[in-house]
Nanobody, 122 residues
Framework: VQLQAFGGGLVQAGGSLRVSCAASGRTFSSYAMGWFRQAPGKEREFVAH????????YYADSVKGRFTISRDNAKNTLYLQMNSLKPEDTAVYYC????????????????WGQGTLVTVSS
């Protein structure tokens, strides 16, 4: 499967944005999926994870209650709805696919998309 993230942009603090990740191929539903982000000069960090069926979700503490991860296996698409955005959410957002269970570490994912930039202005 190949991944392509899109939907990033410039938004004011307090605003909302939804980024998406389109997956090619017929095996999207066999992958657990995750979102990560990388701010300038910082390491890539975990944002959210969703199981293959979408029934198991978990989030980084920094986004819990503000971000929602979801997936549509019929459309081969992963989503990240981001609300109450803060300037510190500014980063390139990456989607990733795991053949196993995935998790909160980058090494637990096998495939990565190219990233989409989200900029939150104060």
């Amino acid at each position: 499967v190949q991944l392509q993230a899109f939907g990033g942009g410039l938004v004011q603090a307090g605003g909302s944005l939804r980024v998406s990740c389109a997956a090619s191929g017929r095996t999207f539903s066999s992958y657990a999926m995750g979102w990560f982000r990388q701010a300038p000069g910082k390491e890539r960090e975990f944002v959210a994870h969703i199981s293959r069926s979408g029934g198991w979700l978990y989030y980084a503490d920094s986004v819990k209650g503000r971000f929602t991860i979801s997936r549509d296996n019929a459309k081969n698409t992963l989503y990240l709805q981001m609300n109450s955005l803060k300037p510190e959410d500014t980063a390139v957002y990456y989607c990733a696919a795991a053949r196993s269970y995935g998790g909160s570490s980058t090494y637990e994912y096998d495939l990565w998309g190219q990233g989409t930039l989200v900029t939150v202005s104060s």
